[in-house]
Antibody, heavy 120, light 111 residues
């Protein structure tokens, strides 16, 4: 069974750094793109970018380029999303999701989401 | 990066059919057959309902059907059921640096 399990909720202060994780199981982790999607409170879905764990090829949405860093450790089947300096506006639910196939395919499996709260 | 345009809400009675629209441009919806639809219940992760305009993933009811005409894609839910009440989002490949974009989302209410 394909599963994506995300790390738990985080509460941080503005300016702090953060790295959240997404562990895949039940499939060949290195041969499927993993993406990240933001959902701010009461708002819609926003496509952040995707990473190919096999070689760490990464594609960012221009809206998130330079704001976050995506990475993956294929030895432990885990993808990461990190911030070097959080802002209050980063408060949101963050989902990881697996691509069905290539870069144009949809997200077929989703993690349960990680709630990030940034508040002073 | 501008989102695809969806109606904020659509409603229908049990058993009826409803259609949710998703309007983009020739750089996304109109130019490629890479339109997907997701269902999201409150507090839950999204679920893929349709992809490449009209393909249904295994396990998704055939009451859900996708289509496209020009720059507008549509998701039709037939035989509306109470469990279909949720938010629905379209997404599309977009040429250029954006790669993919979601729609604004539609809240479906079963009356």
């Amino acid at each position: 069974e394909v599963q994506l399990v995300q790390s738990g909720a985080e509460v941080k202060k503005p300016g702090e750094s953060l790295k959240i994780s997404c562990k895949g199981s039940g499939y060949s982790f290195t041969t499927y793109w993993i993406g990240w999607v933001r959902q701010m409170p009461g708002k819609g879905l926003e496509w952040m970018g995707i990473i190919y764990p096999g070689d760490s090829d990464t594609r960012y949405s221009p809206s998130f380029q330079g704001q976050v860093t995506m990475s993956a450790d294929k030895s432990i089947f885990t993808a990461y999303l990190q911030w070097s300096s959080l802002k209050a506006s980063d408060t949101a639910m963050y989902y990881c999701a697996r691509r069905l196939g290539g870069t144009t395919t949809p997200f077929d499996y989703w993690g349960q989401g990680t709630l990030v709260t940034v508040s002073s | 990066q501008s989102a695809l345009t969806q109606p904020a809400s659509v409603s229908g009675s049990p058993g009826q059919s409803i259609t949710i629209s998703c309007t983009g441009t020739s750089s996304d919806v109109g130019g490629y057959n890479y339109v997907s639809w997701y269902q999201q219940h409150p507090g839950k992760a999204p679920k893929l309902m349709s992809y490449e305009v009209s393909n249904r993933p295994s396990g998704v009811s055939n009451r859900f059907s996708g289509s496209k005409s020009g720059n507008t894609a549509s998701l039709t839910i037939s035989g509306l059921q109470a469990e279909d009440e949720a938010d629905y989002y379209c997404s599309s490949y977009r040429s250029g640096s954006t790669l993919e974009v979601f729609g604004t989302g539609t809240k479906v209410t079963v009356l």
